[in-house]
Each structure stands twice: as C-alpha cells, then as structure tokens.
C-alpha cells in the first residue's frame, strides 16, 4: 500500500468530497471499527464508490444522518462560531492524528494564539450532515501529517469555498510536530542505542 494519495493542489487548494450513505456501503462492524486490523474491503469500497460519484475519500453518514468517518481518514468540522468537532469514537477508529489534532487546536487556544485560527472551543460531539454543509471549515485526518481541506461536500460549498485559517495553521503544527516532536515518542535508532 503506497500510503494515502494526494496531489499538490489538495492541500492548497481543497478537495471537493462526497458523503457514502450506508445503503452504498455499510457502516464497519464494532469489532473493526474500533481496532486497527488489515481488513480494509469496507475502507476501499468506501473510497470506490466517492471516486465514481466525484469524491476522493468520501464520508460515511449513518442511518441518522450523522457524519460518521472517511474511508481511512477521521472527520473535523470547525462551526462558523469557532467550535472544532470530531464525531465520537464511537464505532470508529479513535484515530491517532485526529486526537493529536484536537490536542494541539486546544492548546492553541490555550495560548492565546486561537484568533488568527478563529477557534473558540474543541469538542467531541455528533455532527449532522446539515452541520457538516453548514461549517465554516471541514477537513479529513489521518497518517500522522495529512490534513485534506475539504472546499465542497456533495456540491455544497463549505465556508468562503477556500481553504480555511484553522486547516492551515492545524496542517503546519501536525507536520512540525512530525518533524521535532514535543511528545514522548522515541526514534528506533534511540530505541536501537544507534544515535
């Protein structure tokens, strides 16, 4: 597997997507969804059936009519009064770049720096497909640096149609993170005694 694709123009740019509806592909069972496995007929025909409607990755919406997740990415949505939100993991995958990037929204608007970001608040709550149309920024994670702006869903323009504030500055703190790193993450060559 060759890792997520993209073109140059994706990041800046945005990408027009499309929701799946689980009449098209179902939702993954608990037992994958929740867990990393190497089963991915669900993730790939989630990504087939967004290609064949215009889409890249496309977005799984449940019976409810709840943004669920993509077909390997996690779902954000920033409201236009400023509220980041990811959908619960509940029955999806409790993604490691999308907690990293409500860790690190956060803790922009616990220095202060939030206002050129226009953040207000980080949650994790539903969010409705009307919501998603409704964001003033919408955008899919995953891979430890990727972060695809999302412009258009379903021909909806998300926001002002163009990559917002929020993805931008959230799009250089993951791959700075990546790079320096401020966690507890090690190298091998560390783990290995090959400094």
Request: neutral net charge; charged residues 20%.
């Amino acid at each position: 597997f060759g890792g997520l694709p993209s073109e140059p123009s994706w990041f800046t740019d945005g990408i027009s997507e499309v929701t799946v509806p689980i009449d098209k592909v179902p939702l993954k069972p608990k037992l994958l969804a929740e867990m990393k496995s190497n089963n991915y007929m669900l993730n790939s025909l989630t990504a087939m059936a967004a290609r064949d409607q215009g889409g890249v990755f496309g977005i799984a919406v449940d019976s409810q009519g709840f943004v669920k997740e993509s077909c390997v990415l996690n779902v954000v949505s920033v409201s236009r009064s400023g509220v980041l939100r990811t959908p619960p993991f509940d029955n999806i995958l409790a993604g490691t770049t999308v907690r990293r990037t409500m860790d690190l929204a956060a803790s922009l608007i616990g220095r202060g720096c939030a206002s050129s970001a226009s953040l207000a608040a980080v949650k994790q709550e539903a969010i409705s497909l009307q919501q998603a149309y409704d964001s003033k920024e919408l955008f899919l994670v995953a891979g430890d640096t990727h972060l695809y702006p999302i412009v258009k869903l379903d021909g909806h323009v998300i926001g002002d149609g163009v990559v917002g504030d929020v993805a931008r500055k959230l799009a250089h703190l993951l791959k700075e993170d990546a790079a320096v790193g401020h966690s507890c993450h090690h190298s091998i060559a560390a783990l290995l005694g090959r400094h």
